[in-house]
């Protein structure tokens, strides 16, 4: 997949080292290796690290004891941080930006009009609404309600979290709307009317899941669920796709794809491809054997056939009758070779099983091959061409490719330099693609591109939130220990003071092929950079930066490359006198998670503050907390001997050592997060506690992973953040 989840930041201690030892840094697995600290286990089979694991109950989401636990963290939390002085006006501040009715609504096709989900202060849960292109481009658009989830939050008695509607084309007036209990990632699905504005009665209804399902048709679904015993993998996902007629309960509805229990990754999906009109081109299935690895299956005179693809692609889309994909290994067809990170495209039927007889030539297979630093970061097919944001140092630019006798034809499509550009919504029978472009100082602007014309529109334009006049942006390159050129990005004060003072965050998170471009964080700036902060974003290995080469360099046994790039951006910036260990913190979520945490046992000394939010930690049983399986493609298997001896190396929970000088880190996490499990956040507060560490954790009890609840929880969140931050390093 091109991507995961979320972001990071970590500490800071006294470096007293000078360049040579940047330049050739002690190896920390290494020393772990012949002096293991006090909780490391003796034996690493999955028994063995149980019975080392004396904090097992903190596991148990809503156990007595846990429960306890995070009742007395908080307290102690929210007495070092709502107590400070800029708790308050941070938290004001936040939650006017996150609240503010001059954001720009982001907007999708609905119909012949747009639909938005919009929170503000008056709807923190949201009201989904819509409205036509001709009123949206205006200062005051004129929006019609369709649900308020604030109202039927509070009618049905539940923490209702919306998280989208599916709408079946062409008229899209039914739309299956995906609600959530308390911001988890399983919903349930019900089915809504456009034209009453109700939900349908007797329509589709789908029970509390992580579903994967799409319309097949006006009365027919095609659903991955829970379906009962033994219908799910390890990970909870499910592997069985089956065919939902309208009335039908689930229990009879139709089998049309299995995968295996055995399967890996998030789930087998089904995909459903349309022309312009709606009619469907194409009906396939992804069967995911782990984290990146895939098998593609067509239905095709109703029983599923397997396509001959890498294992390692992304399918794109359908035009014409060709499949549209990008493979993440380098692969080869038909006597052609195929780079990974290219975009294809091949007719449907040559790719199997039984093959047509067309000579396809690369030329006419090869849409996109990507230079050392370019990446394919998305993609929309239209009817009749192709429209790509591609990457190119991590800057983006648009691209439209259109197909002719010879191969394909580019068009640039002219967006600002020096900025993220990102694909929304799109029409194919419109030819429009919704374009959105920012930059770390520039505040998002969403423009609709007419594909035929190769032209964009602006339609809105955000304010700025903050004051960009006082910092500037620069990208410089650090050198990683195997000699690899890391690129990050500086925003600083225009008049820092180069001697090692400026409090700076630095982000990374490697992982999952996930990139990280030139980003507005309108929270940030106004909190941080506003308070003369500096920001760093480091595009390590282990991201989508630089394509799948750039991902696969820190997988599984090689994940120390991504620490390692990680430490030496922290280094680079010292050494420009940018920063100072004293002044220096790290942030970072989820993946992010296992970056800070890690640069905090390997490097203390290089970091004086870490915000370690909804991470994963503990490496050696991360498989047993749910729903940890699905990224044993990422980080290997600790059940398999060899794959734990590597993965114990970085697994911080059981890196923690007494005697170490460790900063004052901030650990939080969320109590639904159903995602990455908050045993991990726990067990390591615990252990640094039991240590005799100075540490925070603080566990909210609603929100999930992504922390898209409430703007007003999420400003309170942002608040602790930064006040944090502030403390361990401009204090």
């Not at 998030?266 to 299935?285: C, N, Q, T």
């Not at 000579?359 to 297979?365: F, K, L, M, N, P």
């Not at 260990?581 to 640069?599: E, K, Q």
């Not at 044993?632 to 590597?646: K, L, N, S, T, V």
């Amino acid at each position: 997949m091109k991507s995961l989840f979320l972001s990071a930041a970590l500490p800071v201690l006294i470096l007293a080292a000078g360049p040579a030892l940047a330049l050739a840094p002690t190896d920390p697995t290494a020393a772990a290796a012949t002096n293991p600290p006090p909780h490391f286990p003796r034996d690493l089979s999955p028994e063995g690290v149980k019975a080392a694991d004396d904090h097992l109950a903190l596991e148990e989401v809503d156990g007595a004891e846990a429960r306890a636990f995070v009742a007395a963290s908080n307290e102690k939390a929210l007495a070092a941080l709502t107590g400070d002085r800029r708790y308050e006006p941070f938290r004001q501040q936040a939650e006017a930006i996150l609240t503010a009715t001059d954001r720009i609504p982001g907007v999708n096709f609905l119909g012949e009009g747009l639909g938005n989900f919009w929170q503000d202060a008056a709807n923190p849960k949201g009201v989904w609404r819509r409205t036509t292109l001709d009123s949206y481009r205006t200062a005051q658009p004129q929006w019609e309600t369709l649900i308020d989830i604030d109202a039927l939050a509070k009618a049905e008695g539940r923490d209702w979290v919306f998280k989208g509607a599916d709408c079946l084309a062409p008229d899209e007036t039914r739309c299956l709307i995906n609600l959530s209990d308390g911001g988890k990632d399983a919903v349930t699905v019900r089915e809504f009317d456009l034209t009453t504005k109700t939900f349908v009665e007797n329509g589709f209804v789908i029970p509390e899941g992580k579903h994967r399902l799409t319309w097949l048709d006006r009365d027919t679904l095609l659903i991955a669920t829970d379906f009962g015993p033994n219908t799910m993998t390890e990970s909870g996902y499910p592997f069985i796709v089956k065919s939902l007629k309208r009335g039908q309960p689930l229990a009879q509805a139709t089998e049309v794809y299995r995968g295996q229990q055995s399967d890996g990754g998030y789930g087998v999906s089904p995909m459903v491809f349309r022309d312009k009109a709606g009619a469907v081109e194409a009906v396939l299935f992804s069967r995911p054997l782990d984290t990146f690895r895939s098998e593609i299956w067509r239905l095709a005179d109703g029983k599923p056939v397997k396509l001959n693809l890498p294992e390692r692609v992304a399918v794109e889309g359908v035009m014409a009758g060709n499949l549209i994909f990008s493979p993440d290994q380098a692969w080869s067809f038909d006597g052609q070779d195929y780079a990974a990170g290219s975009l294809l495209s091949l007719p449907l039927g040559v790719l199997g099983p039984v093959r047509l007889d067309i000579a396809i030539g690369a030329q006419r297979a090869t849409v996109f091959t990507p230079s050392p630093r370019q990446s394919l970061q998305n993609v929309t097919v239209f009817s009749d061409s192709i429209v790509t944001v591609i990457a190119d140092n991590v800057v983006g630019t648009l691209k439209r490719f259109t197909p002719s006798a010879n191969g394909w034809t580019v068009t640039e499509l002219a967006v600002p330099a020096n900025s993220a550009v990102g694909l929304g919504d799109s029409s194919k029978s419109k030819g429009q693609v919704f374009v959105s472009t920012q930059g770390f100082l520039t505040p998002p602007t969403l423009s609709l591109a007419d594909v035929a014309a190769a032209a964009l529109t602006e339609l809105k334009s955000a304010p700025a939130k903050f004051d960009a006049s006082t910092h500037v942006v620069e990208q410089f390159e650090a050198t990683s220990s195997d000699g690899t050129k890391i690129p990050y990005f500086v925003t600083r004060p225009r008049d820092l003071a180069m001697d090692g003072t400026g409090p700076t965050i630095l982000f990374g998170y490697g992982g999952f092929q996930a990139s990280f471009p030139p980003a507005y964080k309108p929270e940030m700036g106004k909190l941080w950079l506003e308070n003369g902060g500096v920001f760093v974003q480091a595009n390590i290995r282990g991201g989508g930066e630089f394509g799948p080469a750039w991902h696969q360099a820190a997988l599984r046994e090689d994940r120390q490359r991504a620490f390692d790039d990680f430490a030496a951006v922290a280094r680079d910036l010292e050494q420009r006198k940018i920063t100072s260990p004293r002044h220096l913190g790290i942030y970072g979520r989820s993946n992010g998670g296992v970056l800070t945490s890690v640069s905090i046992t390997q490097h203390p000394e290089l970091f004086n503050a870490a915000v370690i939010e909804s991470p994963l930690i503990d490496m050696l049983r991360y498989q047993d907390l749910p729903a940890g399986a699905s990224w044993i493609g990422e980080y290997g298997d600790p059940r398999i001997p060899a794959d734990a001896e590597f993965i114990a190396r970085y697994s911080a929970y059981q890196q923690l050592r007494p005697e170490a000088k460790y900063p004052r880190v901030y650990i939080t996490t969320n109590t639904r997060d159903d995602r990455v499990h908050p045993g991990h956040a726990r067990k390591f507060a615990a252990r640094l506690g039991e240590q005799g560490h100075d540490h925070l954790y603080f566990e909210d009890t609603a929100g999930g992973h992504s922390n898209d609840a409430d703007p007003v929880a999420n400003a309170r969140r942002w608040a602790r953040h930064y006040v944090y931050l502030s403390q361990q390093l401009m204090d």
